[in-house]
C-alpha cells in the first residue's frame, strides 16, 4: 500500500543514532511519502542539516520563527491559523531517533526545542505521532523513563521498540520504521481481524545431521504477514526462520507436525483469516537415532503428512482460508484448474497458485484463483502480498 500521497514530518534528536537519518528518510520517501525534518541543536552537532535537506529534498526545520513552523506542519486540519499553512500538512510526526530527554519532556509537556513543540502541537491537534527510541540499554531501563513511555503510549503515541544489542537500546531498522508509519496511515481495512499465516518450510529429520525439506524460502508468507500488519491486522506467523520478524507474533518451528500443531493451536484462539503460504513437507519418514553411515544405498519408509488445511477448516469452519498450490510445467489455464480443484476438495475461499520455478525469487508470478474469478499478479513478493490481500478484502 504504501505511503503514496502522505507527508511525514520527522523530528531527529540528539542520539548518535541520529547518523541512521538519512537511510529512514529514503526509505520513507521509497515507499511514496513526502518527508521533512525538523531538528534540535543537539541533532545538528551529529548530523549537518545540509545531509537532511538533501536526503528529503526540503528545507530543515532548525528553529521556531514567525512563520509558527509547528502550526504549518502539526497544528491540524481544523487549525484556527490557517494564514500560516503552506499546504505540507503532516499526516504523521514521526520522532527517530527519540533520546531519554526528549521522552522526558514530552511526556511532561515541556517545549524548549523544535521538536518537543513539533510534537506537543501534534498531540494537542490530533496529528499521529510515533517515536522510536535510541539510548543505552540501562537509560531505556530507567524507571522514570520507562514511565515516561507508558504515558505516551496511554495519549495513543506509537513507540517503536528498540533493538537491545550490546548493552545499547538501538533505533529500530529503517524497514521496521516505515512499516510501522504505513500501518499508522493505513486505512486499516483488516483492523480487528486476526490473521494466522504459514510460512517457508518445514524440516523433516531423517538423523541427527540430515533432513528432507523443500526450495521454499518464506519470502511470500512473510510479506502477506507484513502487508496484513500495515492493513491493520493482528498477525501471527508460523514459520522456519532464522530472522527476526518485528511485524507478527511467532511461533517457531521446524517440522511438519510441529507447524501443524502450532497453526491449530492458534487458530484455536481466534482466527479470522488463515493463509497457508509454508510448503509443508508432504511427507516424513522415521528419523534414525544415530548418524546414518554414509557409503551404503538406503531405502527410507516415507509416511504422508496430514493436510494443514483441511484441520484448520474442521478446527475454524468459519474462517476465511487461503490456500497455495505449488505446480511445475503447467500452463496457466491448467495451473488454474488445478488450483480450483483443490479449493472445491479443501472448501477454501481463495487459491493461489504458482510454477515452483519462482520459488526464492525476490520476483515472483502467481494466479489468483476463486471458483469463478482469476487473476495473475507479478512483481515483488510485497506487490503480489497486496494483490492476495486486496482479493481477501474483496471477498469479505
Known amino acids: 500500500m504504501g505511503l503514496e500521497g502522505k507527508t511525514v514530518v520527522m523530528g531527529v534528536t540528539g542520539s548518535i543514532a541520529a547518523v541512521e537519518c538519512v537511510k529512514i528518510i529514503h526509505e520513507l520517501r521509497r515507499r511514496g511519502a513526502e518527508v521533512y525534518v525538523v531538528t534540535t541543536d543537539a541533532a545538528r552537532n551529529i548530523v549537518h542539516e545540509w545531509a537532511l535537506e538533501f536526503a528529503s529534498g526540503n528545507e530543515v526545520v532548525t528553529r521556531i520563527t514567525g512563520d509558527v513552523e509547528h502550526v504549518r506542519f502539526c497544528g491540524g486540519v481544523e487549525s484556527d491559523f490557517e494564514e500560516f499553512r503552506s499546504g505540507a500538512e503532516a499526516d504523521l510526526f514521526l520522532i527517530a531517533p527519540a533520546t531519554a530527554n526528549t521522552v522526558g519532556k514530552i511526556a511532561s509537556g515541556i517545549d524548549d526545542t523544535p521538536v518537543t513543540t513539533f510534537a506537543t502541537t501534534a498531540l494537542g491537534s490530533g496529528v499521529p505521532v510515533a517515536l ?23 495519549w495513543d503515541v506509537n513507540i517503536i521498540p528498540p533493538k537491545i544489542e550490546e548493552d545499547k537500546a538501538k533505533l529500530a531498522d529503517k524497514e521496521d520504521i516505515a512499516t510501522e508509519c504505513e500501518r499508522m496511515l493505513s486505512e486499516g ?11 517457508g518450510r518445514t524440516e523433516e529429520a531423517v538423523d541427527p545431521v540430515r533432513v528432507l525439506t523443500t526450495r521454499s524460502s518464506g519470502k511470500t508468507g512473510r510479506a502477506i504477514a507484513k502487508e496484513a500488519y ?5 498477525v501471527t506467523l508460523v514459520h522456519n526462520y532464522d530472522g527476526e520478524v518485528r511485524y507478527a507474533d511467532e511461533r517457531r518451528v521446524e517440522s511438519a507436525e510441529e507447524m501443524i500443531d502450532a497453526t491449530l493451536d492458534e487458530v484455536r484462539e481466534g482466527c479470522d483469516i488463515f493463509v497457508s503460504a509454508a510448503a509443508i513437507s508432504d511427507y516424513t519418514v522415521d528419523a534414525a537415532e544415530s548418524k546414518i553411515e554414509s557409503g551404503q544405498d538406503l531405502v527410507l519408509e516415507m509416511e504422508k503428512v496430514p493436510k494443514l488445511v483441511d484441520k484448520v477448516r474442521d478446527t475454524v469452519p468459519d474462517a476465511f482460508i487461503v490456500g497455495f498450490k505449488a505446480e511445475t510445467g503447467l500452463d496457466r489455464e491448467a495451473l488454474v484448474d488445478e488450483a480450483r480443484e483443490v479449493m472445491r476438495r479443501a472448501e477454501l475461499d481463495l487459491m493461489v497458485a504458482n510454477d515452483a520455478s519462482v520459488m526464492g525469487d525476490d520476483e515472483t508470478q502467481v494466479e489468483v484463483v476463486t471458483e469463478d474469478w482469476s487473476e495473475t499478479a507479478t512483481g515483488t513478493k510485497r506487490d503480489v502480498a497486496g494483490r492476495i490481500l486486496d482479493s481477501v478484502e474483496r471477498r469479505l
Open 132 to 154: 522510536a527510541p535510541a539510548m543505552h540499554e540501562p537509560m531505556y531501563d530507567h524507571p522514570g523513563v520507562d514511565e515516561n513511555l507508558q504515558k505516551l503510549r496511554d
Open 230 to 234: 500495515v492493513r491493520g491486522a493482528d
Open 189 to 199: 481495512p483488516l483492523a480487528g481481524k486476526r490473521v494466522v499465516i504459514t510460512s
